[in-house]
């Protein structure tokens, strides 16, 4: 079993920046990702990075303002988040696969999640 681990949210002013962390417990062969809860919808596909290519899959609601990156070697991957907005408000969760080695929007396909972490974006 592998155990992910979240870290990085607060409370930020809009336009602000964070950063998210996420280590693994053990190394995932598999494509990794960040979803979101904001408060009354559905968890939401933020970006995800495929196991061995620096390739970004962003959401439209992110693309230009959120990067994901990865390091392997440190079992990790971090989520940079600027030009925050008030609909960014969320828990953030990491999660991973070992069943895809390029990320999909879709959280069936994922097997490993953390317990997420808040990022407040106030206006």
């Known amino acids: 079993q592998v155990q992910l681990a979240e870290s990085g949210g607060g409370a930020v002013q809009a336009g602000g920046s964070l950063r998210l962390s996420c280590v693994a417990s053990?190394?995932?062969?598999?494509?990794m990702a960040w979803f979101r809860q904001a408060p009354g919808k559905e968890r939401e596909f933020v970006a995800g990075?495929?196991?061995?290519?620096?390739?970004?899959n962003l959401a439209d609601s992110v693309k230009g303002r959120f990067a994901i990156f990865r390091d392997n070697d440190k079992n990790l991957i971090n989520l940079q988040m600027n030009n925050l907005r008030s609909d960014d408000t969320a828990v953030y969760y990491c999660?991973?696969?070992?069943?895809?080695?390029?990320?999909?929007?879709?959280?069936?396909?994922?097997?490993?999640w953390g317990q997420g972490t808040q990022v407040t974006v106030s206006s």
């Open positions: 053990k190394r995932i062969l598999g494509a």
């Open positions: 999660a991973g696969s070992v069943t895809r080695f390029s990320p999909t929007t879709m959280e069936d396909d994922y097997t490993y």
């Open positions: 990075i495929p196991w061995n290519r620096d390739l970004q």
